[in-house]
Structures are given as structure tokens and as C-alpha cells.
T-cell receptor, first 117, second 108 residues
Framework: DAGVIQSPRHEVTEMGQEVTLRCKPISGHDYLFWYRQTMMRGLELLIY????????DSGMPEDRFSAKMPNASFSTLKIQPSEPRDSAVYFC???????????????FGPGTRLTVL | QKEVEQDPGPLSVPEGAIVSLNCTYS??????FMWYRQYSRKGPELLMYTYSSGNKEDGRFTAQVDKSSKYISLFIRDSQPSDSATYLCAMYDYKLSFGAGTTVTVRA
């Protein structure tokens, strides 16, 4: 199994541009999570999906952020327009189950390092 | 105040030393307690988890949870240079809440 796949691995863009991050979860996992990691705030949950349905988006910082999961094998996180304070590493993670037992492991992808100039 | 507090370090120890890491928390609803390890430029990976209070041992790693004090610990015995990483505590009620992570360097 290839694990969670994220693309691109690095993204450098200018303020105001649209950024789209992509994630392919592990096959058979029905939960998908998007996290953001910064030195100042650590690892923060942005949104998570169960069976392609968004369950909790309370961590999405503002309306400039949106996430979709059109099918079980693909999700996107979009920032439009991007701002320098969005610079961070964005992780996607998947889990075979995550709603009722914290013991179920979340598998993280390698992350996308986003720099907004 | 954050729900989960963790000293970011950094922590530098000689090879063979015992590494002691800890986190405190404020949410009494947390039931599952985890430690993730994150190597540089990689995603976090689950190292250990415990349910409620108690100890759990896995090889050189021991996790302890004291719910009465809202305090969890991770001990690494006979530390190796390959243990050099950032260690994040994480706690679960209906979602995972992570500590800031402690960066550990084990010197050969």
C-alpha cells in the first residue's frame, strides 16, 4: 500500500492566488482529515470527512478555505485567495474508523509545504 | 489556554540516556491518549496509545497516563540517534487534539 498520497509536496505562490492541495487516502479508509501545522500553532484539525461527507469543519479558519471529497479516493483543500499567513505544512490523514474510538490510528501523508509570498 | 500543553523543548540527550516527555491537558472528556513521532519533513506516525489511566510498555517506550492530574508521559529507554524526532502527544474525545510537539535530539 502506498499510504496517503498528497500533491504537490511543495507549493510557492503569490498572495491572492488560488491554491489547491490534493489528497488520496488509503484505500478502504472511510475517514479523511485535513490538518495544518505551523510553528506557532502546532498541528490543527481543519476539517474531516466520513464516507465523503464533511462532518466537522469548525477548524477551517475562514471562508477563504474550502474542502471537498467527491469520491472515496480523492479530496481537495482549496484556498482562495491565499494570504502570507496561510503559509504552513498541510497534512492529509485517513483512518479506517475515527468517530467512536480514538484508538484507531490516523495515517498521515507526507504533507504539502505551502509558501505564500 | 490550550487544551493540550506540551513543552516544545528542544531536548538534547546523549545516546543511551532516558528521554522523558510529558503533556498536561484541561479537558476531562479525553479518554484516549496517544504519542505520535514525526521525523523531519515527514508526517506524524502513531507510536503508542493508552486508554484512560495507567501504563503501557512497548519495547523501549513506556507511556503513562494520570487522569487525576491530567498529565501524560512518554519515556524512551536506551535512546538511540534514530529516536531523534519531534514527539507529539494527542488526546481524543470526538477528535484528536495535539500538543505542540517536543523536538528530541539523541547525540551519538
Amino acid at each position: 500500500d502506498a499510504g496517503v498520497i498528497q500533491s504537490p509536496r511543495h507549493e510557492v505562490t503569490e498572495m491572492g492566488q488560488e491554491v489547491t492541495l490534493r489528497c488520496k487516502p488509503i484505500s478502504g479508509h472511510d475517514y479523511l482529515f485535513w490538518y495544518r501545522q505551523t510553528m506557532m500553532r502546532g498541528l490543527e484539525l481543519l476539517i474531516y470527512f466520513n464516507n465523503n461527507v464533511p462532518i466537522d469543519d469548525s477548524g477551517m479558519p475562514e471562508d477563504r478555505f474550502s474542502a471537498k471529497m467527491p469520491n472515496a479516493s480523492f479530496s481537495t483543500l482549496k484556498i482562495q485567495p491565499s494570504e502570507p499567513r496561510d503559509s504552513a505544512v498541510y497534512f492529509c490523514a485517513s483512518s479506517p474508523s475515527g468517530g467512536t474510538s480514538g484508538a484507531n490510528e490516523q495515517f498521515f501523508g507526507p504533507g504539502t509545504r505551502l509558501t505564500v509570498l | 489556554q490550550k487544551e493540550v500543553e506540551q513543552d516544545p523543548g528542544p531536548l538534547s540527550v546523549p545516546e543511551g540516556a532516558i528521554v522523558s516527555l510529558n503533556c498536561t491537558y484541561s479537558n476531562s472528556a479525553f479518554q484516549y491518549f496517544m504519542w505520535y513521532r514525526q521525523y523531519s519533513r515527514k508526517g506524524p506516525e502513531l507510536l503508542m496509545y493508552t486508554y484512560s489511566s495507567g501504563n503501557k510498555e512497548d519495547g523501549r517506550f513506556t507511556a503513562q497516563v494520570d487522569k487525576s492530574s491530567k498529565y501524560i508521559s512518554l519515556f524512551i529507554r536506551d535512546s538511540q540517534p534514530s529516536d531523534s524526532a519531534t514527539y507529539l502527544c494527542a488526546m481524543y474525545d470526538y477528535k484528536l487534539s495535539f500538543g505542540a510537539g517536543t523536538t528530541v535530539t539523541v547525540r551519538a
